[in-house]
């Protein structure tokens, strides 16, 4: 039987709550952000048990939020495993490519995936992230340096580029 595991994390930014399976990190949000529940339910889809527990992928994820949001991390080793389709998959794996102290635009994040002309897509695919910080959707921001377009609501985005050492305004 297929076991997942959830647990809640209270943040400088909010409560953020994580769901894993045995070996990966499924989903970390925001528990108020805009596609949270949704999210929720595509990840559970498929798994017979829900235990309200740690297993070992999420004792490593406390321990690794705890570390960034104190500025002691910069890049999260907890292992994750991606739901959706294709593109987004790959949109997700170009955002580990952006680190801790960095940001892009969305045009040049279509760039580096030599889709140039799909940064709408892009962004959809973005917003659509289910790992939120580990897979740092935050740092990427509008082509006019503002920013733009994050589901945990953009004061959020703003802190955690602050808390990364970047201020932009928006």
Not at 23 to 52: C, P, R, W
Not at 103 to 117: F, L, N, V
Request: hydrophobic share 35%; with cysteine.
């Amino acid at each position: 039987m297929n076991m997942l595991y959830t647990k809640s994390y209270e943040t400088p930014l909010g409560k953020m709550v994580a769901f894993a399976n045995q070996n990966a990190l499924l989903l970390l949000d925001f528990e108020d952000s805009k596609y949270f529940e949704k999210h929720m339910e595509e990840i559970s889809q498929g798994y017979g048990v829900i235990k309200t527990s740690n297993n070992r992928v999420l004792k490593l994820l406390e321990k690794e939020l705890s570390q960034y949001f104190k500025g002691k991390l910069t890049k999260f080793t907890v292992p994750v495993e991606f739901t959706g389709t294709d593109f987004q998959k790959k949109v997700w794996e170009e955002l580990q490519n952006i680190s801790f102290g960095e940001y892009r635009s969305y045009q040049s994040q279509a760039d580096a995936m030599k889709r140039p002309k799909s940064v709408r897509a892009v962004a959809n695919a973005n917003s659509r992230n289910k790992l939120c910080l580990v897979v740092p959707c935050h740092r990427v921001i509008g082509k006019n340096l503002s920013l733009t377009g994050y589901a945990g609501g953009v004061n959020r985005k703003a802190a955690l580029l602050k808390l990364e050492g970047v201020e932009l305004t928006f």
